[in-house]
């Protein structure tokens, strides 16, 4: 089992920034891929962004040259830096983990951006 807590969600300006974090513990396995994914109301959850434990990332046009991805691998921790907002990020953001067959999600957090 894998346990995810995401936090740093929050209401923010458009043009505004935000951080998001996502803890993970349990039974970590090395060669995992962790992200970030997201759900407004109404449409289907779609992904963010994703990191791979050796740094590759993974970006979804909406998102690139405003968001960066990292990850701090002693400390099992994925960030989300979210710079320009638009109130279109507005979503409940979902961290994920997955290794293999095994995959993982938070309870999710709020990102409300306004205009």
């Known amino acids: 089992q894998v346990q995810l807590v995401e936090s740093g969600g929050g209401l923010v300006q458009a043009g505004g920034s935000l951080r998001l974090s996502c803890a993970s513990s349990g039974s970590i396995f090395s060669g995992n891929t962790m992200g970030w994914y997201r759900q407004a109301p109404g449409k289907q959850r779609e992904l963010v962004a994703t990191i791979t434990s050796g740094g590759t990332t993974n970006y979804a046009d909406s998102v690139k040259g405003r968001f960066t991805i990292s990850r701090d691998n002693a400390k099992n921790t994925v960030y989300l830096q979210m710079t320009s907002l638009k109130p279109e990020d507005t979503a409940v953001y979902y961290c994920?983990?997955?290794?293999?067959?095994?995959?993982?999600w938070g309870q999710g957090t709020q990102v409300t951006v306004s205009s």
């Open positions: 994920n983990y997955k290794w293999a067959i095994l995959d993982y």
